[in-house]
């Protein structure tokens, strides 16, 4: 008979799983600022995809060289825009098909910003699970700021957003 007191027989919730996914694939993350990670999943709890943020293909990494907005060109030493692509657009990139992601649910470090915020709505998310607040950097790192026209969109929409309070496995 099986011992239903046993640590090891206690099962995950499907928000701590994926939660706690999203934490181990930010630790991809190549920006010094900002470590998100993203999961996205459907409404049956499958995996669909998975993205985290940082440089285009053969760009500059930020955690080599320093970030754009911050210390600038590697060459020219001029301030320039982020160089980073965001967990939750790679996440939608690496479905491969969009159309995928359609009703389903994404699991991020942060809560999106407003650009990511308008891709979310347009592939069909109808419930994003964030842990913490994103506050865009300001160019040259002076100021930091909260994107309030996520809360709008996400309310015109319908799309659910709340705040992750369940146990952390992966401190960042």
């Known amino acids: 008979m099986a011992d239903l007191k046993n640590p090891h027989l206690t099962r995950l919730s499907w928000d701590e799983t994926f939660m706690n996914l999203a934490l181990l694939v930010s630790q991809r993350t190549a920006c010094r600022y900002h470590v998100v990670g993203a999961v996205f999943v459907d409404e049956r709890n499958r995996i669909i995809s998975m993205g985290y943020n940082g440089p285009s293909e053969g760009d500059y990494h930020c955690n080599?060289?320093?970030?754009?907005?911050?210390?600038?060109?590697?060459?020219?030493?001029?301030?320039?825009?982020?160089?980073?692509?965001?967990?939750?657009?790679?996440?939608?990139?690496?479905?491969?098909?969009?159309?995928?992601?359609?009703?389903?649910?994404?699991?991020?470090?942060?809560?999106?910003?407003?650009?990511?915020?308008?891709?979310?709505?347009?592939?069909?998310?109808?419930?994003?699970?964030?842990?913490?607040?994103?506050?865009?950097?300001?160019?040259?790192?002076?100021?930091?700021?909260?994107?309030r026209e996520v809360w709008d969109l996400a309310e015109r929409r319908g799309i659910k957003i709340r705040k992750y309070e369940g146990k952390v496995y992966l401190k960042i």
């Open 64 to 147: 080599e060289v320093g970030c754009a907005k911050i210390d600038g060109n590697p060459k020219t030493k001029k301030l320039e825009r982020c160089r980073g692509v965001h967990a939750e657009i790679n996440g939608i990139i690496n479905a491969k098909d969009s159309g995928r992601l359609s009703g389903g649910k994404l699991y991020s470090t942060f809560l999106p910003c407003y650009d990511c915020m308008k891709a979310l709505n347009n592939v069909g998310i109808k419930e994003i699970v964030y842990k913490e607040i994103y506050k865009r950097i300001q160019t040259g790192g002076e100021k930091f700021e909260e994107e």
